[in-house]
């Protein structure tokens, strides 16, 4: 259905307008040059003037005046007073069109002979309708537009038009119905009649339809061009009709005889009294006024010569007579030549003066006199008339009161009817003009401003339709090359992310040319600028969108300066824009994009419950340096641009919250939320409704009472938009309390969630999720990150695999800083390690988040047309450890000489994954809390062994030992290890005989590994992080006014707690064994113990590896107290000789008997800490176990720090500038050649991994993994084994005896494989094997 208000369409009536007024302007000048010799006839005297030639001449001229007028004002290219040229215009048109009806009214009245009861009613009507079309004159206001370059109508009045052509519709059909029927009472059929009821009925049919669609069109009120395109030809139409009627009329000719009605007897005369008498004795009748009878004469009675006298029988008309009274209408025939032999002359009846007009008939002549003044005669006729005049036979004349009282009344009863009609007329206009909307509306300047912005309002978003078709992008750098990636794989998204091409891409003007087996012609035709890279087989894919990331407004390193993510200046602030607060020297930029990140969608925090508008960025570094720049599809007011009137808007974003966050910083609850929540969509439905209603009146062209601009509030039109459908909302949200009311909140207000973020509890309320207004969203979540808060405690890694076998749309997203955007992709590879299809898995970080952000039409797919962001990997992009090794944003490859490693053939296919039996169903059986704990059993017999892996010698070196068969065998009896045979089961069977209770477990080639080590998280100490009452709490640090009260320091083995699900969860992943310190941000943190994650309480045997294990302190950088604050404490207590209490323990370590761990990121205290070692050393004379944990500048020192015999500790161990003195860090591939691990190994020193959450714990092996691949030169398995083993238990002084007994069994695979699974672990000090 074609929307009339669109501009697009207004523009292009308003073209056929200015068209239409071209070819009625032609037509009509045609037409005057057609009927021109008539009016010269009357210039120039050789027609008599006579008043109703005014209102003809009026007529045509006057319409001829406004015709130019109009061209002038829409032709015009220079400026002029518009409003002085369409007064001028409408003065000289409505003049035009009131003497049209005038000239038939006139017609009217002569046709019934100037009856008072016809005359004055229609006088009275016309001059209504005179005052009306003048009145029109002043409703058209108009001005210059400097912008369209012409006249631009800015008022008018539609309402007043409308009654304009409603009074002329109804004055002609009454003029028309009473000519009618004066020409009907008459019952003779002269040619005369006809040609008055015929033009009389065509002047009607064509004026009353031309008026007809005009007013229609204006009663429609379509839009301002429609409203008057019908006008002008409406109007000359009129005009051309009625004056051809009049001409018709003046100069029509017949072989007729025209006679008096009314003739007196007397001497020599012959009476004729209403008509002529024949011998036949038809009856005469006599009307008042002029009377004309038209009667069929016998021809030799006819003006234009005598002929046939032999037939002198006139036939006489039987009614009472036509009576023609219009001066100008004259009878004269020039068919035949005139008697006057060249002397032609008009014979007119003047029948200006008087009341009735006499034929005085003499023999020999014909007279017409005047009976109120019979002096006044027309000249004498010539002797053929008076011939035939002498042979007519006499009647006496009827007296008037002799006619029927029938024929005496109709004057009455039409001057009653008359009456009538006309009052029906005025009262139709004074209720068109006492309507509701019966005020003249003036249209304003800024009408067509208004209307634009109304129509806008109701435009949805997307692509323009010439977007698919587009040669080049609108983000293209110039001088960028061409890209030809050949040989490659290619994932291109296409079929439901199953499709995968072997092939090539060509990169050109910021798109995706081509993609495929691409012919060289092609290639040819980019010229000799393009780059040729061989993927030698590589897999490219998409972009990865990262759809919730906080990358420039939480930028690394993390400073006050920088810190945008959050405003607390309220619970609703959707006014806020995450774009004002982009930083674009964010180190983490550059990071993500190594990672294969091109776009993410920047969301103001969560803290708030609206915490405002959200933008999609491209991650490269553009040529203009601005946040604006990088925006991608921002919104046409960002920047003060206008929306060209063929592109529909683009998509806008917006962040909310509900749950925790919102409560948290305002002291709140979830009732407080919600209600801000509502309070803040009713003040924007109450903008949209006053929008709305301002745009209805605006559109209906009642512009009283509107002002200049639509209704908006700053603050509240983001809102406005999320009610109109055109923001894709992105709600913070876990738990399905705040999932409900956010299913009545879109409900109440009508608008569509676009995603639910982190979610955490979505798979256990799928069908609550499907009663979203406008639809289910979309989930975006983490794969495992989870129980930093009650509302995050009941995530399951099969959530993703539940919630798209729902049919949901599933996404995994980083929430960057909270996790690091450059390995998202690592988010999607645990989700298809726990069950999502392996296409979904990669759609989950291109090509699904790209359709939910609104971005379908040009990222997430590599095809043809498609944005030039795609990754080359270096290993299949689901394959532990991927890396990039070229990355292509807008066609520009980011990585400057990327260090590349070449991954081993089996990292080039998908992984496989474990066989979870039961996984999914048990958690939302358990409703996100399934039973974890392994099921202990006194005997236990792994068989089918591929590897073993073997602590050997003091140093405690990893060996792996391969069965080659994978049949070996290990027996454990109460946790022991009874029997081992790499052989096959004969080598232990003594040791299964005969024992009914011995459990067999399958390992399927999989492997026996020492049990891993975890330290970083406090585990043990911290259950759910933001709930107090879960958490071992934190401790006083030396520089609190109360750590004086305590006198000792915090052991953290006396806050320890067992079975907490994170810890539970790593025993599960292989991880055996944790190392706990106290939480504590001050210099002195504690003394932390060693623990089995497998542990029921601290009283279970073995549950408490090592009571106290290493003293921890931490130096950084934090105002107060200064660094060297804090150094020269540790140095003054270090040489203290008091052996009590605190400095007791700073004594043990200055012995070398307990090791400090010093948790420093900064090289240059890591410098200052190597110097105080080596002060204390000399001074005490025995050797510091020191350990550095965090370490990320550590490479800087790696010879110094090998020479100083320190332990490493990297945390993280994919290492991130997260804070200032953590700058300096190696990212590795593709960035560095080196890791900080690798460069630490390399001058061999002692080197394990932690973890900054407990959460992370279960994920140990695959980070020991991503340390052995994250360097050009990667490290051997047993190097990376022992980072999270034997290296942690050295540098924390574990016996080697309370762990060597700990053993891990992997089913399908060894430790570093993603489809292996841990289906048990042995502890010979705990005496138990527990199995999974």
């Known amino acids: ?73 829409l032709n015009t290219s ?30 009217t009245v002569a046709i019934w002979s100037r009856s008072p009861y016809i005359l004055y009613p229609l006088v009275v009507l016309s001059l209504g309708q005179w005052a009306i079309l003048l009145h029109g004159v002043i409703i058209v206001n108009a001005s210059w537009s400097s912008v369209a370059g012409q006249c631009v109508v800015d008022g008018a009045a539609p309402i007043f038009l409308d009654l304009i052509y409603i009074y002329t519709m109804s004055f002609d059909l009454i003029v028309l119905v009473l000519s009618c029927w004066g020409l009907v009472r008459t019952s003779g059929r002269s040619d005369l009649w006809t040609l008055l009821f015929k033009d009389g009925i065509v002047y009607f049919i064509v004026a009353f339809s031309a008026n007809c669609c005009a007013a229609v069109l204006i009663l429609l009120n379509l839009n301002p061009a429609m409203n008057i395109i019908m006008s002008v030809p409406a109007a000359v139409a009129s005009a051309i009709v009625a004056c051809r009627g009049f001409v018709r009329l003046s100069t029509w000719n017949t072989r007729e005889v025209y006679l008096p009605s009314h003739v007196q007897t007397g001497p020599g005369r012959q009476a004729m009294s209403g008509a002529v008498h024949t ?175 109304c129509a806008t309002m109701r435009q949805m978003p997307g692509p323009s339709a010439s977007f698919a078709s587009r040669l080049r992008s609108e983000r293209f750098e110039p001088g960028t090359k061409a890209q030809y990636i050949h040989n490659a794989t290619i994932w291109t998204g296409l079929k439901d992310g199953h499709d995968v091409i072997q092939g090539d891409i060509l990169l050109q003007n910021g798109l995706i040319w081509a993609v495929g087996q691409i012919p060289e012609d092609i290639i040819k035709q980019t010229g000799t600028g393009v780059e040729h890279i061989n993927a030698h087989g590589a897999w490219v894919t998409p972009g990865i969108f990262d759809i919730h990331s906080h990358i420039g407004v939480d930028a690394l390193p993390l400073l006050q300066g920088t810190d945008d993510t959050n405003s607390i200046k309220g619970l609703t602030l959707p006014w806020l824009r995450s774009m004002d607060g ?137 809102l406005v938009d999320v009610l109109r459908g055109k923001v894709k909302l992105n709600i913070h949200s876990y738990s399905p309390s705040d999932f409900d009311g956010l299913v009545r909140l879109s409900n109440e207000f009508k608008f569509h969630i676009s995603a639910i973020h982190h979610a955490h509890e979505a798979y256990l309320v799928m069908p609550l999720l499907e009663k979203f207004y406008g639809g289910k969203p979309a989930v975006a979540m983490f794969a495992t990150n989870a129980r930093y808060k009650q509302e995050a405690y009941r995530h399951s890694e099969f959530a993703p695999q539940i919630l798209h076998e729902a049919g949901f749309d599933v996404i995994m997203k980083s929430d960057h800083p909270v996790l690091n955007s450059r390995y998202l992709l690592y988010e999607a590879v645990q989700a298809h390690m726990y069950g999502l299809p392996a296409n979904k898995a990669i759609q989950a970080v291109t090509t699904t988040p790209a359709r939910t952000a609104g971005f379908g039409h040009r990222l997430g797919l590599v095809q043809p047309g498609y944005d030039a962001d795609v990754v080359l990997w270096d290993s299949h992009p689901l394959a532990l450890g991927a890396t990039p090794k070229q990355v292509f944003i807008d066609g520009i490859p980011q990585l400057t000489k990327p260090f590349v490693s070449e991954k081993s053939s089996h990292l080039q296919h998908a992984p496989s994954t474990p066989e979870w039996k039961t996984g999914a169903k048990e958690a939302l059986k358990f409703k996100g809390l399934p039973p974890i704990k392994g099921k202990s059993s006194r005997k236990v017999a792994f068989i089918n062994i591929g590897t073993i892996w073997k602590r050997t010698g003091e140093e405690r070196a990893l060996i792996e030992v391969v069965s080659e068969q994978a049949n070996g065998v290990m027996v454990f ?250 700058q300096r860090i190696l990212p590795g591939l593709p960035l560095s050649e080196d890791t900080v691990i690798t460069s630490l190994l390399k001058h061999n020193v002692t080197v394990a991994i932690g973890i900054l959450e407990g959460w992370e714990a279960r994920n140990t092996r695959f980070e020991l993994a991503w340390a052995a691949l994250g360097s050009k030169v990667q490290l051997s398995k047993g190097q990376a084994l022992a980072l999270g083993s034997t290296n942690l238990e050295k540098i924390f002084g574990i016996p080697s005896s309370a762990v060597e007994g700990d053993w891990v069994a992997y089913r399908s695979g060894d430790m570093f494989d993603l489809g292996s699974q841990v289906v048990g672990a042995a502890s010979e000090r705990r005496r138990q094997v527990d199995l999974f």
């Open 279 to 453: 011998s036949n004795g038809s009856n005469t009748k006599k009307g008042p006024g002029f009377d004309m009878t038209f009667a069929k004469p016998p021809r030799i009675a006819t003006l234009s010569g005598l002929t046939s006298p032999s037939n002198a029988n006139p036939k006489v008309a039987d009614g009472p007579g036509v009576h023609i009274s219009m001066e100008a209408y004259t009878t004269h025939d020039r068919r035949q030549p005139s008697p006057y032999h060249g002397d032609e002359k008009d014979y007119e009846l003047d029948l200006e003066e008087g009341s009735e007009s006499d034929v005085m008939a003499t023999p020999g002549s014909v007279t017409f006199t005047h009976s109120d003044n019979p002096h006044i005669r027309l000249p004498e006729a010539p002797s053929w008339v008076k011939e035939m005049a002498d042979k007519l036979p006499t009647y006496q004349p009827i007296p008037p009161q002799g006619r029927s009282k029938h024929l005496q009344s109709r004057p009455r009863q039409w001057a009653l009817l008359l009456s009538t009609l006309g009052s029906f007329s005025l009262l139709a206009s004074w209720r068109v003009l006492s309507g509701p909307h019966a005020h003249t509306h003036h249209v304003p300047l800024h009408a067509q401003r208004v209307l634009d912005e």
């Open 973 to 1222: 009896i109460n946790g022991s290890l009874s029997c081992e045979s790499l052989q096959d089961a004969t080598g232990c069977a003594s040791s299964m005989e005969g024992d009914r209770g011995i459990h067999v477990v399958d390992l399927k080639g999989g492997c026996m590994a020492p049990g891993l080590v975890s330290f970083g998280g406090q585990l043990g100490l911290i259950e759910i992080e933001q709930e107090p009452s879960t958490n071992d709490g934190e401790v006083y640090g030396p520089f609190d006014s109360k750590f004086a009260l305590v006198g000792d320091l915090d052991r953290a083995v006396d806050g320890l707690s067992f079975e907490g699900r994170s810890m539970l969860l790593a025993y599960r992943a292989g991880v055996t064994t944790s190392i706990a310190a106290p939480m504590g941000s001050s210099l002195i943190s504690g003394l932390s113990v060693a623990f089995s994650n497998g542990g029921a309480h601290p009283l279970e045997h073995g549950a408490i590896v090592h009571n106290i294990t290493a003293l921890h302190v931490k130096v950084a950088p934090s105002g107060q107290p200064s660094v060297s604050t804090q150094i020269g404490l540790l140095r003054q207590i270090l040489l203290s000789k008091d052996e009590s209490k605190i400095t007791g323990w700073f004594r043990k370590v200055a012995k070398g008997e307990l090791p400090i761990i010093v948790h420093v990121n900064s090289a240059d205290i890591m410098a200052k800490l190597i110097l105080l070692k080596g002060e204390i050393e000399e001074k005490a004379g025995s050797a510091i176990k020191m350990a550095f944990f965090g370490a990320l500048e550590a490479h800087i020192l790696a010879p110094e720090i090998a020479s100083a015999d320190i332990g490493v500790v990297v945390n993280p161990a994919r290492a991130t500038p997260m804070s200032w003195d953590s």
């Open 78 to 107: 220079k400026a002029l007073n518009c409003q002085a040229l369409y007064v001028f215009n409408e003065l000289v048109g409505n003049t035009a069109v009131a003497t049209a009806s005038t000239l038939l009214m006139l017609r």
């Open 582 to 718: 982009i930083n674009v020297y964010d180190e983490a930029l550059a990071l993500s994009v190594s990672g294969g990140v091109t776009t993410s969608l920047i969301l103001p925090g969560s803290a708030d419950a609206i915490g405002g508008q959200a933008f999609v960025i491209k991650l490269r570094q553009t040529s203009e340096g601005s946040p604006s720049s990088m925006v991608l599809e921002p919104p046409f007011s960002l920047n003060n641009t206008d929306k060209p009137s063929t592109h529909p808007p683009h998509w806008r974003h917006m962040k909310h919250a509900t749950g925790e966050n919102p409560s948290r910083v305002y002291e709140g609850t979830r009732m407080d939320t919600m209600w801000a929540f509502r309070s803040a969509y009713e003040e924007a439905r109450k903008v949209r409704d006053a929008q709305d209603a301002y745009c209805v009146k605006a559109e209906s062209g009642l512009w009283n009472g509107l002002g200049p601009d639509v209704p908006k509030d700053l603050k509240w039109e983001a």
């Open 1 to 73: 259905m074609t929307n009339w208000m669109n501009p697009a369409v207004i523009m292009q009536d308003a073209a056929i307008f200015e068209k239409i007024i071209l070819v009625m302007t032609g037509l009509y000048i045609w037409e005057i040059m057609v009927t021109l010799p008539y009016d010269w006839s009357i210039i120039t005297g050789k027609r008599k003037f006579k008043y109703p030639m005014a209102f003809y001449f009026l007529c045509r001229y006057s319409l001829l005046l406004s015709c130019i007028g109009i061209n002038i004002a």
